[in-house]
Each structure stands twice: as structure tokens, then as C-alpha cells.
């Protein structure tokens, strides 16, 4: 295989090719439905839960066992209270700032946890056993919000603070620096988190008594307002601004709003979340199915393109469940997104040569379908690349099949990028990037 940066190098020498200017579709200005059409799911992402969707757990990266080693999806065992209740210590900021640059994000504290809660819970609601487990979840819950966990994580308005007083670092450093310090990933790692959490709260909300009610109903409300809230502000949000760039997880913050919406019952809010996130996606989704951003990013543009791929899937889901009305013309580009993502894994080279030689290594811009797209979150160098679906995509196989009318024949085939990709999650059973189990939706 042709090497990604000797490609590079090769297509700098040849002449560029005019590209014609995408057709962006007709923005959704106009409702489809008035907000009281919204009908909020149960369990967030479903009114009921697939019986067949019974989930066998796994320990991860960090977690109290053996990777990959069997990890019984209940809080009665002491030793997985016990773990989950270590979490009301633990320091987001401070171990982000220890091992984390702009290049690898270092998580799984959170994520892996989060990723069990809503496994068990989903499980107890299969077999009928969700107050048992819904007991213990309250007490963790509880004892998050009284230890302020994740408060304490930078916030969008501090990181504007921050640029104010000439102390914010970009990541990348705009210019492709990996080991650049990240403040972004801080604040949207809270805004994760407290997505993840609420709909774990959602789930239980009817079993709460009412002191614990109240006291997780503050915490919920507190990271809502400033995490995920402000970050779909600085986003989704402003989805007329061409350079707002990327799509990534939890819908881009999307279903952290979501999340609180359910929790507090509020149409409106989600509505109003539904539409600003439509508008973003659609104009950062092109025709041919590549991604704003995502798509381009160097030795791991393909990586994010599924991981991207994997988000706008579970918006499609979420709208569906919802009762959030998309049009054909956006539903056709992510078929050809998924394409892409075919492409791709059978020949990472041809999904390269679409747009290599229209990346400029000096400004870190990539033009591209009459787009001056900012790639500068990207590395060049060969031994960050990967050539793969992204493994925290674990169930993007499904969500293609249901949600699309692409060819997904290759998920069956040989291609190197879909054979690293099931080796990689093999073991996963919940997918953290959206917050819920697609497979788990009727």
C-alpha cells in the first residue's frame, strides 16, 4: 500500500483539479411539526428495549479486571458497587492534564463506567429486575452530586475566558502539533459525561425517592447548564457558521441535550436541539458523503469519518424514536457517507486519492467541493494513522443495515479495514460514543 504521506508528497506535485461547488440543501428554517409532535422515548432512546438486546459485559481498558475478562452487568456485586463508587473521587481535569494530548484522549474512566451503568440498567429492564438495580444506581447517583463530580472539569465559558487573557491553547496548535495540550477535549468530555449520566438517570427517574430526587435532579441540572448546554451553544447551534467543523460524539453534544430534555420532560428544548443539529449536519455532509472536517483529517481521516458516520447514524435513530421528521435528500447523502466508509475499508489508497492532493500541509486547509475546510486537528505522520473503522463504532454494521439503503456487503467481505475494526472491539457491548446500544432499540 501506497504510503499516506508519500501520496501526499506525490499529489503536491500535480496540478489540482477544479471541484465543482456542493448544492447544500435547503436548511430546515421552517418546523416539520410543531415541538408537541416530539414524543420523548422511555428510556431515552426507546419506549421499550429489545428482549433480545441482552447484553453479556466485559471489562475495558482500566476497568478492575482482565481486559476483555467476563464482567457481570450487576451493581449487587460488592466489587462493582465498589468500583463505580470510586468514580465520586476521580479528577477529570487533572488526569486529562497528566496524559492526554490533543492527539490521543484518555477517558476510560468515565466512559467505561458509564458504558456498565446503562448496560446494567438496560439488562435489569429485559428481566423485569430494574428496582433492584435502580436502588444502588440512586445511591451512586447521589453520591456523585454530593462530591460535585466533573463540576470541577473546564467549561466553554472558561476556555473563552481563557482566550481572553492569552492562556488558551489551540488544539493542534491549529498546525497538525499532536502533542499539543487540548483544552476542547476537557469540556467536551464533561459535556459526555453528563449526557451518559442523565440518561442513566432517565432510566431510574420513577424509582427515585424524593430526597434523592431532588438532590440528582440539581447535579443533572448543573452539569446540563455547564457543560452541555453551552457546548451545543458554541455548536450546534451556530450551524450557519462555515467554520464550525466536525462531527463527533454524542452527536456532537447533541444527545447530552437530549438527555436532559428527557429527564426534564421538556418538548421544547428538545425540538429546539433536533432542529439546531439537523441544520449543523446537513450543511457539514456533502454530496459525495464525505464529512466536514472529519472526513479529511490526515492518517486518521478515515477513522473519523466512521466515527463521525457512526454519530449521524444514531441522530437518525434518535430522530426516529423521537418522532423527528428527516428528508430524503439528507437520509441519500448518508448512504453515500456509508459508501464511503465501503470504499474505504476495502482501499484505504482510493478513498485517499479523492481529496489528498487538495490538502495544503502549510495552512493546515484543505479545499474541497467549493469548501475551504479547516484540517488542522490532523496528523501527517504514518505512525499515527489508522486505517480502520473507528473500534469505538462497535455496532455501525447494524445501524448502516437499518438506517440506510447502502451496499454494506462489505462488512462481510474480507476488506483489511472491517477485519482491524472487529478485531479491535471485539468485546464491546455498549457504544460510548452515543450513549446507548442501537441493537437494544425495537
Not at 475494526?421 to 425495537?442: E, Q
Request: proline share 2%; aromatic share 14%.
Amino acid at each position: 500500500m501506497i504510503r499516506f504521506a508519500l501520496m501526499l508528497l506525490m499529489s503536491l506535485a500535480v496540478s489540482s483539479q477544479a471541484v465543482a461547488a456542493v448544492k447544500w440543501n435547503s436548511s430546515k428554517s421552517e418546523s416539520n411539526g410543531a415541538d408537541e409532535n416530539i414524543s420523548i422515548p422511555k428510556y431515552f432512546f426507546a419506549d421499550e428495549i429489545n428482549k433480545s438486546c441482552l447484553m453479556e459485559g466485559k471489562h475495558e481498558y482500566l476497568s478492575f479486571g482482565g481486559k476483555r475478562s467476563p464482567l457481570l452487568l450487576d451493581l449487587t456485586k460488592e466489587q462493582n458497587f465498589q468500583w463505580m463508587d470510586k468514580l465520586k473521587y476521580y479528577n477529570w481535569k487533572g488526569d486529562h492534564d497528566k496524559r492526554s494530548d490533543s492527539l490521543d484522549v484518555h477517558m476510560e474512566q468515565l466512559t467505561n463506567r458509564m458504558n456498565f451503568l446503562n448496560a446494567t440498567l438496560d439488562n435489569a429492564i429485559i428481566q423485569d429486575k430494574l428496582d433492584v438495580q435502580a436502588e444502588l444506581a440512586t445511591k451512586l447517583l447521589v453520591a456523585y452530586a454530593e462530591n460535585g463530580l466533573m463540576l470541577d472539569s473546564t467549561s466553554i465559558p472558561e476556555i473563552k475566558e481563557m482566550k481572553k487573557k492569552g492562556t488558551f491553547d489551540r488544539c493542534y496548535k491549529g498546525k497538525g502539533d499532536t502533542k499539543a495540550v487540548c483544552h476542547w477535549h476537557t469540556a467536551q468530555e464533561a459535556s459526555r459525561f453528563a449526557g451518559q449520566i442523565t440518561i442513566a438517570a432517565h432510566k431510574i427517574q420513577p424509582l427515585m425517592d424524593k430526597a434523592s430526587s431532588e438532590i440528582i435532579g440539581n447535579y443533572l441540572k448543573s452539569l446540563y447548564e455547564k457543560f452541555s448546554q453551552p457546548w451545543q451553544d458554541n455548536h450546534g447551534k451556530r450551524w450557519k457558521k462555515k467554520d464550525q467543523v466536525g462531527f463527533y460524539q454524542m452527536g456532537y453534544g447533541s444527545f447530552s441535550v437530549l438527555a436532559y430534555a428527557a429527564y426534564s420532560q421538556d418538548k421544547q428544548l428538545a425540538y429546539k436541539t433536533f432542529e439546531e443539529t439537523y441544520n449543523y449536519i446537513d450543511k457539514r455532509l456533502l454530496e459525495d458523503g464525505f464529512i466536514v472536517n472529519n472526513s479529511f483529517r490526515g492518517v486518521r481521516g478515515y477513522w473519523y469519518h466512521t466515527l463521525g458516520l457512526n454519530n449521524i447514524l444514531g441522530f437518525v435513530a434518535l430522530a426516529e424514536e423521537w418522532n423527528y421528521p428527516l428528508n430524503d435528500d439528507f437520509k441519500l447523502r448518508i448512504s453515500k457517507a456509508v459508501d464511503q466508509m465501503g470504499l474505504g475499508a476495502r482501499d484505504i489508497n482510493a478513498y485517499h486519492t479523492q481529496w489528498i492532493e487538495k490538502f495544503n500541509t502549510k495552512t493546515y486547509r484543505l479545499k474541497f467541493a467549493g469548501r475551504d475546510i479547516y484540517v488542522g486537528n490532523s496528523s501527517l505522520d504514518e505512525k499515527d494513522a489508522r486505517y480502520h473503522i473507528h473500534q469505538q463504532a462497535p455496532f455501525i454494521d447494524y445501524l448502516s443495515k437499518r438506517y440506510t439503503d447502502a451496499d454494506t456487503s462489505f462488512f462481510n467481505q474480507e476488506a483489511k479495514g472491517v477485519k482491524i475494526w472487529n478485531y479491535k472491539k471485539r468485546g464491546a457491548y455498549y457504544d460510548r460514543t452515543l450513549g446507548f446500544n442501537p441493537k437494544c432499540i425495537p
